[in-house]
């Protein structure tokens, strides 16, 4: 299934995650579900980086929170590893802390303003126990802020005086402080200047050949997704849309929404620049709270057709990329397979 | 991009002091409250004459130089009155709001941090203590344990408490969502651990406010207990029982009421001015919705 074979190192299977709308009345009933993330499945080998991309408000963040459990999923499964993280209790989830990270949008927000640079990033060493004692926690620290491109001399500094590159560095260095297999990175570059980005981004990626890591890439800019990714995902209001590796996905996009995705990037090459022909897509994005019937694309595809409103299209094999890398589509114009809305959506 | 030199060091406390140096209304605040700690800790050595000698031949005196404030009913020096007490009012301020800022705080912590049923169950039994008037709560209080400064000061302390539950859990349930607790659960952190390191130092800011405004109350409830005689027992000097002795003498010796009740006034007024220029200082944020409010009003 995965591109190295074997067991991937995480796997994502049909995970939900619902928030419940309350009601105004006194027992605030609960009035329906916003379907933030509504039968995600991916997996991800290890050594390999998956992007997952989506526009806002699709569910891309929620889906990295919940593989981390820092929300809980309502539905489905979360693998790491052979382990079921979904049904952990405190204490194993607790262990599983020093093997997923967490690399956060807004290096503004996601550092505590209160705390120097290097209680941040020794944090994760006091919770769990390592490198225990003063000279060997303050050798650490150091260590952790060389890898990232920063001067150790950096650790008394507060947020405030660092700039945003500085500071997603820092985030990088606490991801990486407690030497985690996998890391999730919830649009690490979104926030930063266009100059700091590439910096960013090629950090990211050296890190990955130099201490074996494993990234789930999170992000709004496909460019950015294409740069790092082995393979991507395309995420469309709480669901994934299509799977391929990168060439395959840009060469043969498979869903006619990864297509306008696709043609909204511009070509740095002015002759193929003018002839490149954006598909517009019509509409807003429906509201979660109450998603289309059958698939959820029907309302904005410009290809929408009998069977749509219909069934709710399952993930389907439609090719092999290179290295035999699967090509999956959700989407009838591939051929008609899934669940008849009725059953698929028996809530709405 | 790692040989950028660094800007110089810019400390958070020092910018906070510095908004706060240029608000002369919070300036004299604090310098009345430095005097008023100086009287509170000295008051004896500073009074020119004993503040329990009766004095009987003397009773009624008006303000003279021997006797600045005058003399009471019993011929006692009111300003030495009035220096000695003001040692009891700021205790009694200090040590009740010290109490209610520790359990309300730790309340208030709990509740924003945990939210549902822990939440709803301590704020709901904030909210039953806050539904009752504050005095007549401590007087409700003070009937139970007995009259007397050390029950007038749990007293006190307890009718405070729900304002800095409240203030705590109100900015608890904006640090909570942000990323950086975020960030610490990701690595594993407990909750009690965010709570202390993250949470705590960064809703400081208004329970800071709060404390300072709250002594203000405190010292003015103090005073109305002792008023009433439910607070420091006679022979002691206190700005409130101070108030009630001359009640009886309003029309014959008005120097009796006029200097304890400058001195509530004074010390009262010197702590709001510092709270609102701390509000300030801590929070421009906050200064500047007030100040779009005065525009539409």
Redesign the interface.
């Known amino acids: 299934m995965t591109a190295g074979g074997g067991e991937p190192l995480l796997a994502v299977e049909d995970l939900q995650v619902w928030f419940p709308i309350k009601g105004n009345g006194v027992l605030r009933r609960t009035a329906g579900h916003v379907r933030a993330v509504d039968g995600v499945s991916f997996t991800i080998a290890r050594g390999e980086t998956l992007g997952l991309v989506g526009e806002s408000g699709c569910g891309k963040t929620t889906t990295g929170?919940a593989i981390?459990r820092?929300l809980e999923p309502t539905g489905g499964r979360v693998r790491f590893d052979g382990d079921d993280v979904t049904g952990m209790g405190r204490r194993r989830?607790?262990a599983l802390?020093?093997r997923?990270?967490?690399v956060?949008?807004?290096p503004y927000?996601?550092?505590?303003?209160?705390?120097s640079v290097g209680a941040i990033v020794s944090?994760?060493l006091d919770?769990?126990r390592l490198h225990t004692g003063r000279a060997a926690r303050k050798a650490r620290v150091g260590e952790l802020l060389e890898l990232v491109?920063?001067?150790p001399?950096?650790r008394d500094?507060?947020p405030?005086?660092l700039?945003g590159?500085q500071r997603q560095r820092v985030?990088v260095a606490?991801a990486l402080?407690?030497e985690p297999d996998l890391i999730v990175c919830d649009e690490p570059i979104a926030a930063l200047d266009v100059s700091i980005q590439a910096?960013v981004l090629n950090l990211l990626d050296d890190l990955q050949d130099e201490l074996d890591l494993t990234y789930l890439f999170i992000a709004h800019d496909l460019a950015a997704v294409q740069h790092v990714s082995d393979r991507i995902a395309v995420m469309y209001l709480g669901r994934v849309v299509e799977v391929a590796d990168r060439a395959r996905l840009a060469a043969e996009p498979a869903h006619p929404y990864t297509r306008a995705l696709l043609s909204a990037v511009p070509i740095p090459d002015p002759p193929r620049e003018r002839a490149r022909r954006r598909i517009i897509l019509e509409g807003d994005l429906p509201s979660p709270a109450d998603p289309p019937s059958g698939c959820n694309f029907r309302t904005r595809c410009p290809e929408v057709f009998e069977p749509c409103p219909r069934v709710d299209p399952a993930l389907q094999e439609v090719g092999r990329g290179t290295g035999g890398v699967p090509h999956e589509v959700a989407c009838h114009l591939h051929g008609v397979t899934g669940t008849p809305a009725e059953a698929g959506r028996a809530y709405s | 991009?790692?040989d950028?030199a660094?800007?110089p060091?810019?400390s958070?406390t020092r910018d906070v002091l510095g908004v706060l140096s240029k608000n002369r209304l919070a300036i004299v605040g604090l310098v009345v409250l430095l005097l008023l700690g100086v009287v509170a800790l000295f008051g004896e050595w500073l009074a020119p004459h004993s503040p329990t000698r009766t004095n009987i031949p003397n009773r009624l005196e008006p303000p003279s130089l021997t006797h600045p404030f005058g003399t009471d009913e019993l011929g006692r020096d009111i300003l030495s009155r009035v220096l000695v007490a003001a040692r009891v009012s700021l205790q009694v301020g200090f040590i009740a709001v010290g109490l209610s800022l520790a359990v309300g705080v730790t309340i208030g912590l709990v509740a924003g941090y945990y939210g549902r049923f822990v939440d709803t169950a301590l704020m709901r039994f904030m909210d039953m203590v806050f539904a009752f008037p504050a005095i007549l709560l401590a007087i409700a209080i003070l009937a139970v344990l007995g009259p007397g400064i050390r029950n007038a000061m749990i007293a006190i302390g307890i009718v405070y408490t729900p304002i800095f539950a409240r203030v705590t859990r109100g900015s608890v349930l904006s640090v909570r969502e942000?990323?950086?607790v975020?960030?610490?659960?990701?690595?594993?952190?407990?909750g009690p651990?965010i709570i202390v390191?993250?949470v705590l130092?960064?809703v400081m800011g208004p329970i800071i406010v709060q404390t300072s405004l709250s002594l203000a109350f405190a010292i003015l409830s103090e005073a109305a207990l002792s008023f009433l005689g439910l607070g420091v027992q006679p022979p002691d000097p206190a700005w409130g029982r101070m108030l009630a002795e001359a009640r009886g003498f309003v029309r014959v010796a008005w120097w009796m009421g006029v200097f304890p009740g400058l001195a509530i006034v004074v010390t009262v007024m010197a702590f709001n001015l510092l709270g609102d220029g701390l509000r300030d200082a801590l929070d421009p944020r906050q200064k500047s919705v007030i100040e779009s409010r005065g525009h539409l009003l």
């Not at chain 1, 927000?109 to 705390?115: A, E, V």
């Not at chain 2, 975020?182 to 407990?190: C, D, F, K, L, P």
């Open positions: 929170l981390l820092l989830l607790r802390r020093r997923m990270a967490m956060f949008q807004d927000s996601s550092l505590d303003p209160r705390l944090e994760p919770v769990h491109g920063l001067r001399e950096l500094r507060y405030h005086e700039s590159g985030g606490r402080a407690v910096q | 991009m790692t950028v660094l800007p060091h810019r958070r942000e990323d950086y975020r960030a610490s659960r990701s690595v594993g952190a407990s651990r390191r993250h130092p960064n």
